[in-house]
């Protein structure tokens, strides 16, 4: 990377659109710059996300082209990002815009459909609408309205060759494919519904009414109900359509959220501040940079649409506002303010957009992913042979130089693997010592391994331990006095006792902060051994401790000391007991000894 960064430094300070090369010479990435010299030699210096470090090790070479302006880069770079779709910009994964619904006048019996776009056809287009679902929506809700058909049949070729279906006989259509069916009464139908379409509702009903007036004063009241019917039907479905193809008209609010695996952008659309409508869009990758990652979707999912809102409102300030709005108002011919909202209802809108785009990340992106990007991160931060799958992780815990104890903990696919877990008592030493202690442990744990044990077994991918690299380096010493080389770091904590690096047992650090993904799983890791070992240590003080108070009464073996606890449970309940209950399971001279010690215990420390 060395003549790469000199060859950035050497940049004029100029816009301009900069394009990055593999070592085939494929377009992976294009960009656009207010000075092309800071921005390009970003990219080689300091540290970045995980997509952005795999785009910088594929650079082989890059190639800019300056321009005057800012807004001619942000063309410039449109157009090449259309032409190349490089593999490493946010690309939209299809090219849908509002949909349209189309009604092919030139069959017969003209059918309705959704597309994306209007074609010079012959056909008739009707929206845009807000969106897929409700452009299907809008036509099931006409045929029922209209009474048209919705099956399967083609007219006229199967006019007359089936029994008509369900439809028909529950009063959804009028059965057309019965050969006595007059086609003309088919065309008003389609012209009915081509002016509920057209927003000539109004029209519509006095057309219809008049004829249900005309019906009725010729006595054919049936006629006239059905017309009644329709027109009900009709105004019912006035409103429901208003809303549908107005779902683009007014607001919409951006919300943009990244985890390990993916990110992806909600877009809510918004009508007199009720919501009507969302969009989601998912890439599988994190944002480096928020504000050129919302510039560069902006682009793509407004100017696939054609049609715009009043305002969008965004979750941050964008640099290239002003070129964007241009830019999209040329393409659109619709002039539209993108605002960051600082307060009010329209800062409401963008929350609820983030966490909508927070929860449909969280909902398609599984534990597996997750355990696969962080395990990704691991193999390349600390250079292993393999992805880490069993990570093993160590803690000593003690209270001065008594009852000293190790924890092991295990896991295995990103889980913990409990039944994996092992605990040690310490046994070559007396004193406080972790380091030693922490050798003891690690070479207990491998000669398990080396013996055959299949409760030690296999070998970890990684072996962590809970502290610096001293720690680390004992455990280090320890294996390779066995003849077993493993990958060992320790896991240093930063003032809140939260693991802020990694570190080898040389010293070199591996940050792991500005990895949430990772921060969060060896924090995790580190908490659940320290918790494992605390718990072990308590558990085996308490016994100790308390176990001790019955060794110091005369009269007190072995034997009497289990039927005591046996029968109590505890030193405590058995120092509660009156000497009468004692004799029932001691002899009465050692009784007396039992609560005489524990009631001049008790009179000594002011307790009676």
Known sequence: MGKLAEKALKLPETPGVYIMLDDAGQVIYVGKAKKLKNRVSSYFRGSHNTKTEAMISKIADFNVIMVNTEFEALMLEDSLIKHHMPKYNILLKDDKGYPYIRLDVTQPYPRFSVVSHKSDDGAMYFGPFGGRQASFDAIDAIRKALKLPACGKTFPKDIGKDRPCLNYHIGACRGYCMPDIDKKLHDKA???????????????????SDEMEAAAEKLRFEEAAEIRDRIKAIERLETRQYAVSQAFADTDAVGLFSNEVRSCFAVLHYVDGNLLNKDVEFFDSTMEKPDEAVSSFLRQY???RGVLPKTVCLPMKLPDKEQLEKFLEDKTGVKTRFITPKSGVRLKFVRTAELNAKEETARITTHEERVSKTAQWLQDALNLEKLPDRIEAYDISNTGSSDIVASMTVFSKGRPLKKAYRKFKIKSIDTQNDYASMAETVTRRLQRYIDGDEKFAPLPDIMLIDGGSAHAKAAQESAASLGISLPIFGMVKDDRHR?????????????????????AFIGTIQEETHRFAITY??????????????DKIPGVGKKRKADLLKKWGSVKKIAAATEAELREVVPESVARAVHGHFNSTEKENGQK
């Open 190 to 208: 389609i012209s009915e519904a081509v002016m509920v379409l057209e927003g000539k509702t109004d029209k519509l009903v006095l057309q219809l």
């Open 302 to 304: 407004y100017a696939a």
């Open 499 to 519: 693991t802020r690096a990694l570190i080898t047992p040389d010293g070199d650090e591996i940050g792991i902060a500005a990895q949430p993904s990772v921060f």
């Open 537 to 550: 240590h308590k558990t085996l003080h308490s016994k100790s401790t308390l176990v001790s108070e019955l």
